[in-house]
Nanobody, 120 residues
Framework: QVQLVESGGGLVQTGGSLRLSCAAS????????MGWYRQAPENQRELVATISSGGSPNYADSVKGRFTISRDNAKNTVYLQMNSLKPEDTAVYYC??????????????WGQGTQVTVSS
């Protein structure tokens, strides 16, 4: 079983910055992809950014140039640096990890979510 613990959400004014962290623990032999998704009220969960084990990032168009995803493989942790925040970035942000446990691949795990609120 894999656990993801998120931290770093909060309330910030438009134009401000926040940094989210997500640490993975539990039973896995490797973490293939880690990422961040978000869900605003009455909206579907959407991709924010993902990063491969080799460090290749992928961003939603809405956050390109403002958000930066990174990971520390030694700490099994993924980060999301969010700059120039806008009210439309307000959502619950969820960490996701695709892990491998010996011969079992793509075990999909979600964190509990952390609230990000951007005031106008």
């Amino acid at each position: 079983q894999v656990q993801l613990v998120e931290s770093g959400g909060g309330l910030v004014q438009t134009g401000g910055s926040l940094r989210l962290s997500c640490a993975a623990s539990g039973s896995f032999t490797s973490i293939r992809v880690m990422g961040w998704y978000r869900q605003a009220p009455e909206n579907q969960r959407e991709l924010v950014a993902t990063i491969s084990s080799g460090g290749s990032p992928n961003y939603a168009d809405s956050v390109k140039g403002r958000f930066t995803i990174s990971r520390d493989n030694a700490k099994n942790t993924v980060y999301l640096q969010m700059n120039s925040l806008k009210p439309e970035d307000t959502a619950v942000y969820y960490c996701n990890a695709a892990t491998k446990y010996y011969g079992i691949s793509n075990i999909d795990t979600w964190g509990q979510g952390t609230q990000v609120t951007v005031s106008s």
